[in-house]
């Protein structure tokens, strides 16, 4: 499975913006896909996650209320709209893959097998 991030950019206290991840093939391997983000300061941290399986959404404390994780089945792509942007969200963005994974294993590097190369994302004004 390999995975294409992209959509990152340079962006305003407040403002928006929509990461794509787009994966080779639909396969079990690839039932749940996971963002996370990390700084040159902090460890990789997870922000979200998409389960094709059980049609769910799980997200971080820091996400909950202005990201929304979303899923295109026909595009092989999830989506992470983030709005109400804060320069604390400004960190690389990575996606992952990993086969069809229980809530408690959804925050787990670990638990992805597959990982794509990661998008800036800047919040500054």
């Known amino acids: 499975v390999q995975l294409q991030a992209s959509g990152g950019g340079l962006v305003q206290p407040g403002g928006s913006l929509r990461l794509s991840c787009a994966t080779s093939?639909?396969?079990?391997?690839?039932?749940?896909i996971g963002w996370f983000r990390q700084t040159p300061d902090k460890e990789r941290e997870f922000v979200a996650a998409?389960?094709?399986?059980?049609?769910?959404?799980h997200y971080a404390n820091s996400a909950k209320g202005r990201f929304t994780i979303s899923r295109d089945n026909a595009k092989n792509t999830v989506y992470l709209q983030m709005n109400s942007l804060k320069p604390e969200d400004t960190a690389v963005y990575y996606c992952?893959?990993?086969?069809?994974?229980?809530?408690?294993?959804?925050?787990?590097?670990?638990?992805?097998?597959?990982w794509g190369q990661g998008t800036q994302v800047t919040v500054s004004s």
């Open positions: 093939v639909r396969t079990s391997s690839s039932d749940t």
């Open positions: 998409i389960r094709r399986t059980e049609n769910s959404q």
């Open positions: 992952a893959a990993a086969p069809r994974l229980i809530v408690s294993e959804l925050r787990r590097i670990s638990a992805y097998n597959y």
